[in-house]
T-cell receptor
């Protein structure tokens, strides 16, 4: 089944404790992206990647890092989480080079930072 | 920059009622337009899309028409069911260098039996 998977689905952590949220897709998509969803704000892009070893900042990159060492994986790293990073996070992928700009989303990771 | 404005919710309807969610956008060029749906506890699913002016996207009884002259992409369904209760997001992508989706704030729809 074609899908985007994320782990963990739920995470509660404390301020300053480094964490990684994994994302994997099995559709051979070159483009991958991370979004955060906050009430009243919709989804905002954090980082994106056009291909292996190619990443760039989105609209809200502060406090996050990403890496793209393999085509299928795009982990999101919070080196020192803070309470304002409490949010619902979505990973997405897209076959953008075909001229199709829709993105396919993972199930989401709900992060709480205390 | 690109932006999407959609009607604020929440919206509460009775089963078989008509649903309209307004969406207008600001973008350079000719963006692709999307409606995504998020059911409770789940991720976002693509509901329908339109890639050029006057295109009509449709799926599961929902429809939306790409209106360039009014920069709108309103979502409609003629007869809603309880299972349509969800959050609906209007989004666009102008295919620019970052290929990002710009989302509206979302509209929560609750359908009562």
């Amino acid at each position: 089944e074609a899908q985007v998977t994320q782990n963990p689905r739920y995470l509660i952590t404390v301020t300053g404790k480094k964490l990684t949220v994994t994302c994997s897709q099995n559709m051979n998509h070159e483009y991958m992206s991370w979004y955060r969803q906050d009430p009243g704000l919709g989804l905002r892009q954090i980082y994106y990647s056009m291909n292996v070893e190619v990443t760039d900042k989105g609209d809200v990159p502060e406090g996050y890092k990403v890496s793209r060492k393999e085509k299928r994986n795009f982990p999101l790293i919070l080196e020192s989480p803070s309470p304002n990073q409490t949010s619902l996070y979505f990973c997405a992928s897209s076959p953008f080079r075909t001229g199709v700009y829709e993105q396919y989303f993972g199930p989401g990771t709900r992060l709480t930072v205390t | 920059g690109d932006s999407v404005t959609q009607m604020e919710g929440p919206v509460t309807l009775s089963e078989e009622a008509f649903l309209t969610i307004n969406c207008t956008y600001t973008a350079t060029g000719y963006p692709s337009l999307f409606w995504y749906v998020q059911y409770p506890g789940e991720g976002l699913q693509l509901l329908l899309k339109a890639t050029k002016a006057d295109d009509k996207g449709s799926n599961k009884g929902f429809e939306a028409t790409y209106r360039k002259e009014t920069t709108s992409f309103h979502l409609e369904k003629g007869s809603v069911q309880v299972s349509d209760s969800a959050v609906y997001f209007c989004a666009l992508s102008d295919g620019g260098g970052d290929y990002k989706l710009s989302f509206g704030a979302g509209t929560t729809v609750t359908v009562r039996a």
